[in-house]
């Protein structure tokens, strides 16, 4: 790791908690036991390693850090808000979450549920109403006014009558709280005058990667991950190059299918709406069924089964690798960034993402309850299939090890601009909780 570096994330890390701060609903804010569920949730905790590696990747791509905040916001509050659900009793059933009681275990199982609904809508409600990539904020176009709609009727509504969220809190908390009309993002951070270079719209899927010469997916996960085109609504089964834009196994050519630029080009003014658009739909993906939802209901699915390697990288692909993916890209897409430099940062994200998962299978067995802020030894004791029950202590170890020394080699030709995502990958690696 770098001299400077734990001071790089100490200071990125301060910056960020004000971030958070200031977007989330406040409490006073009603219904107030929701926001205040939704703060104990996301504040005064965790590594943050989703938002370091945004800026990192930022950084690499000349971004303004105001924009990057608010992309690598969204993507903590959708990390935030699998933890609330994951914890719950239908699904890992753990009373500890980043050494405090687990949400549920605070507040109650209702108000756990509707904490995560909320954030993750509130996640896109950022994305949409930030200019990120281009100059302060901007005009609503057809779409993107769509999506804040959608956002603002689902989680953190600008009146108290458009929100399927708010209607519930009754029922969670004591007392009847009055419904007041306030906006979720009352010190919304205001995105600097000067402008950015503008990133191609036509960058490549985002979450299409098929291969990796370090795993054993091309046969699993090679065709798990695909964005739908703009005019085909459904993700797109077939072969590479078939309705489909996913990497080659090289990462560097593009197999295009139908053309999304120039259909999105159809619905906005500019390049930079339709990029910002591309930015939702990769976060979008990065999270629903083809992405960590899909990999945790696999999850659920192999309690007391034994995976191959290949099933196993099949589920954590998803599971967990899809959001740290998402946070490389998005934290890039919010400066300028070719699509030759966004393959190889997705290959990246996608290596590394798979190393933090073997190092979090080691740690289950090596590490203690306080250390790891989280019940260890949960996955051994709830006989779930690991890197460590497949491959043995030392086999994890080899094979982080290994995702990790490839991983640096893909940034090699960034140079010295990419020393932050080179010393975030030595931290996922070497961490010790």
């Given at each position: ?238 072969p590479e190059g078939e309705g489909s ?145 497949l491959l043995g202590m030392q086999g ?22 990419a020393q932050r995502l080179r010393d ?10």
């Amino acid at each position: 790791m770098h001299a400077d570096f734990q001071g790089w994330v100490a200071d990125r890390q301060t910056r960020f908690e004000e971030v958070l701060r200031g977007l989330l609903p406040r409490a006073e804010t009603a219904p107030h036991r929701l926001h205040e569920a939704m703060r104990y949730a996301v504040l005064d905790g965790g590594k943050r390693v989703r938002p370091l590696l945004a800026f990192a990747a930022g950084e690499l791509a000349g971004a303004d850090q105001t924009r990057v905040d608010v992309a690598a916001a969204a993507v903590e509050l959708i990390h935030a808000y699998s933890l609330v659900h994951d914890d719950m009793p239908c699904m890992d059933d753990d009373v500890l979450r980043r050494g405090k009681p687990a949400c549920h275990v605070q507040y109650d199982e209702a108000t756990a549920l509707l904490v995560g609904d909320a954030l993750q809508t509130l996640a896109f409600q950022l994305l949409a109403e930030h200019r990120l990539n281009g100059h302060a904020r901007f005009p609503h176009t057809r779409d993107t006014l769509l999506v804040e709609q959608l956002a603002t009727r689902l989680g953190e509504p600008t009146t108290p009558a458009k929100s399927l969220v708010m209607a519930q809190p009754a029922d969670c908390g004591s007392g009847s709280e009055k419904l007041l009309a306030g906006h979720p993002c009352e010190a919304a951070i205001p995105a600097p005058d000067a402008p950015q270079r503008r990133v191609m719209a036509s960058h490549p899927n985002p979450l299409g990667e098929t291969t990796s010469h370090s795993t054993r997916l091309q046969t699993t996960a090679a065709k798990s991950l695909v964005i739908p085109q703009a005019g085909n609504p459904h993700p797109n089964p077939l072969p590479e190059g078939e309705g489909s834009i996913a990497l080659s196994p090289s990462g560097g050519k593009l197999d295009r299918g139908l053309g999304a630029n120039e259909s999105l080009r159809e619905f906005h003014a500019n390049d930079d709406a339709a990029h910002q658009l591309e930015m939702v739909r990769l976060l979008a993906v990065a999270s629903g069924s083809r992405g960590m939802a899909g990999g945790q209901a696999i999850d659920l699915s192999s309690v007391g089964k034994a995976l191959t390697l290949p099933e196993l990288e099949f589920m954590h692909i998803h599971k967990t690798g899809a959001l740290i993916r998402a946070a490389v890209l998005l934290g890039a897409h919010c400066g300028s960034a070719s699509a030759e430099q966004l393959a190889r940062l997705d290959h990246f994200g996608k290596l590394i993402g798979l190393a933090f998962q073997v190092v979090d299978d080691v740690l289950d067995c090596e590490a203690d309850t306080a250390t790891l802020g989280k019940t260890a030894g949960k996955d051994a004791d709830s006989d779930k299939p690991t890197y460590v029950s497949l491959l043995g202590m030392q086999g994890a170890r080899d094979m982080a090890q290994r995702l990790h020394r490839e991983a640096l080699e893909t940034l090699a030709e960034f140079g010295a601009a990419a020393q932050r995502l080179r010393d975030l990958a030595d931290f996922i690696v070497l961490r010790k909780f």
